[in-house]
Nanobody
Framework: QVQLVESGGGLVQAGDSLRLSCAAP????????MGWFRQGPGKEREFVAA????????YYANSVKGRFTISRDNAKNTIYLQMKSLKPEDTAVYYC????????????????WGQGTQVTVSS
């Protein structure tokens, strides 16, 4: 499994922006689809966004569509989640995940997970 490390979380106000990053130190996931998931307080983990290995396909949850953008830089072995117009309901631990497939968007297609980074949005 690929070890993934998320960063960029923090405490922000509603309407602010934040960019999360996910890296795989010493490993490469350039051929893997990657995704972002989140788990809010008292909630199940849910899909946020996914991107294919070559950035040709991107998928978003309806709740973040138009506000969040997933991207990747395979040369830097890093993926990003740009979050804009943040809402209190976006408060969650955000997880990065890697798939063994080159294109994936379902949770069970992702097998490697990071430890998560906390995002808290105050009203």
């Amino acid at each position: 499994q690929v070890q993934l490390v998320e960063s960029g979380g923090g405490l922000v106000q509603a309407g602010d922006s934040l960019r999360l990053s996910c890296a795989a130190p010493g490993r490469t996931f350039s051929s893997s689809a990657m995704g972002w998931f989140r788990q809010g307080p008292g909630k199940e983990r849910e899909f946020v966004a996914a991107i294919s290995w070559d950035s040709g396909y991107t998928y978003y949850a309806n709740s973040v569509k138009g506000r969040f953008t997933i991207s990747r830089d395979n040369a830097k072995n890093t993926i990003y989640l740009q979050m804009k117009s943040l809402k209190p309901e976006d408060t969650a631990v955000y997880y990065c995940a890697a798939s063994r497939r080159s294109v994936a968007s379902f949770t069970d297609e992702f097998g490697s997970w990071g430890q998560g980074t906390q995002v808290t949005v105050s009203s």
